[in-house]
């Protein structure tokens, strides 16, 4: 008898869970998601006035296009996909930021490498006796 009751409460269970699952879905999208949506959105936008748009631009299309991915989710009430997008878009304005970060770094030694071995070159003919050329 204890079998039967055990089969009875895992199918009980199951159809529950089932119903959770689809009130879940029919649901549509909780609050803090669309908030979640509305602030990556902001992110991405003001990214556009930064240097951010010369230096991460390609990261910047793709966390749009994961902002698009989110507002269809929002549109046909899909919680996961709109949430799922939207933190993708978040994540991805951090990466631009630290992208152009990096970048700009690089310019910056790149231009300081480039003075230095013209310093050298310098120095070196004037050790040599060549002095400087006028």
């Known amino acids: 008898m204890k079998p039967v009751r055990c089969y009875a409460a895992v199918a009980l269970l199951t159809l529950t869970a089932g119903f959770a699952f689809a009130a879940d879905e029919a649901g549509g999208v909780k609050p803090e998601t669309t908030a979640l949506y509305q602030k990556a959105r902001d992110q991405v936008a003001k990214l556009s006035g ?5 230096y991460a631009p390609e990261v910047i299309e793709q966390a749009a296009a994961n902002l698009e991915t989110a507002q269809n989710g929002l549109k046909q ?3 996961r996909a709109t949430r799922q997008a ?12 630290a992208l152009t970060d990096e970048r700009i770094a690089l310019e910056k030694s790149t231009a300081s490498q480039k003075e230095l071995t013209q310093l050298e070159q310098r120095l070196a003919s004037i050790l040599a006796g060549k002095g400087e050329k006028p």
């Not at 930064?50 to 010369?54: E, I, Q, R």
């Not at 939207?86 to 930021?97: D, G, I």
Request: net charge negative; proline share 0%; charged share 25%.
């Open 50 to 54: 930064t240097l951010a748009a010369k």
């Open 77 to 79: 009430g899909d919680d």
């Open 86 to 97: 939207s933190e993708l878009a978040a994540t991805q304005v951090k990466l631009a930021l």
